[in-house]
């Protein structure tokens, strides 16, 4: 049986550079739909639940044995000039994955992803219990970070410098997957993930620092040795404005006095937080031809028993209002493509087989 009970999807370790006087006990939350603050929350109460992990010593030793590892990288981070040693990289791609793979958000997609199957009528898959929908799902992430650990080895890493009197915040959802291709010249006509050409990973470290990861193909940054020195607040709010837009419910930060600012902040952006997580479309088959069968999008509830339906769920990412200066497009961006519904993708992810089919070329985007 798992030793811990009350088990955190953002650990703790993360939590504590933002808690008050970096003890790791309490820490400022702001509550995004309230928009209340709360001051000296107890930090073990945050962003955990009992038997998240369901109760699998091993599980937990797997997550323990990268977690460790990312506080002593932040710890170091924090004393000294900040670079990225290959010990640093690989830490950080590792435990940047693994949060955004394990977080309750993220269960909670897989989770309405299989509703929305068993929603079609006729199906014959019984709905779990939300919460054992939840541990299946974060147990699924688990296995599916074992496998695919490596996918984010091809990406720039880099660490923002803080130089503003704007500190980082962090959330209940720290790892932020978007991607400035897509949203920005891509029109977002469809959604991306990790092995999708452009993708960004942020990660909020510390009120001083932050980790930026990069699809070095497709943009280029000011830094020097891995280290972008931001000296913008504008940056460091278009930074924050991730964890406003992806945040499940609550954003922590360090100062109590940096609260009305803070506010004033998320109000603004609020409208841009999606509305609903997924647009989901059910198709019934309308016909058969010798060059395939063709299916029409159809409302959930005007669906027959008797019908062939394939369901398709597609993400609705956050658009910001505007990017980090300090990250632009290559003048020779590119990215892999063979027309199909893969889209756009990365060389290495063809290479090493996280994405399938054949006949992909590069492309400029």
Not at 70 to 90: D, F, H, M, N
Not at 329 to 350: E, Q, V
């Amino acid at each position: 049986m798992a030793d811990n009970k009350n088990q955190h999807y953002v650990p703790r370790v993360h939590l504590k550079p933002f808690t008050l006087d970096g003890k790791g006990l309490a820490i400022n939350l702001l509550n995004i739909d309230r928009m209340k603050p709360i001051r000296g929350a107890p930090v073990k109460n945050q962003c955990s639940g009992d038997y998240f992990y369901g109760k699998d010593e091993s599980l937990e030793r797997a997550i323990s044995a990268i977690e460790g590892p990312y506080g002593e990288i932040v710890r170091i981070l924090s004393v000294q000039r900040p670079t990225v040693s290959p010990k640093a990289r690989v830490v950080l791609l590792r435990f940047v994955l693994l949060q955004y793979l394990r977080t309750e958000a993220a269960s909670r997609k897989a989770t309405e992803m299989t509703n929305a199957i068993c929603n079609v009528p006729g199906s014959d898959i019984e709905a779990p219990p939300i919460r054992e929908a939840i541990k299946a799902a974060v147990r699924h992430a688990m296995l599916t970070f074992a496998h695919m650990m490596r996918v984010v080895d091809d990406l720039k890493v880099c660490i923002l410098s803080n130089h503003t009197d704007r500190p980082f915040v962090t959330s209940d959802n720290p790892a932020v997957l978007t991607n400035r291709l897509h949203i920005q010249r891509r029109n977002n006509r469809r959604s991306f993930g990790v092995t999708t050409a452009g993708t960004i990973f942020l990660l909020p470290l510390s009120p001083r620092l932050s980790t930026i990861i990069y699809d070095p193909a497709v943009y280029h940054s000011s830094q020097q040795a891995g280290v972008i020195d931001v000296m913008s607040a504008a940056d460091i709010d278009a930074t924050n404005e991730h964890q406003i837009l992806n945040c499940a419910a609550n954003l922590y930060f360090k100062d109590w006095e940096q609260r009305e600012q803070l506010i004033q902040h998320a109000v603004a952006r609020r409208e841009r937080r999606p509305k609903c997580r997924h647009a989901i479309v059910h198709a019934a088959l309308d016909h058969s031809t010798e060059w395939g069968r063709h299916y029409s999008a159809k409302d959930v509830k005007d669906l027959q028993d008797e019908e062939e339906v394939l369901v398709h769920i597609r993400e609705n990412h956050a658009q910001p209002s505007a990017w980090p200066s300090f990250l632009r497009f290559r003048p020779d961006a590119k990215a892999y493509s063979n027309n199909s519904g893969t889209g756009l993708t990365r060389k290495s992810c063809i290479e090493h087989g996280f994405v399938t089919g054949t006949g992909y070329e590069k492309v400029r985007v």
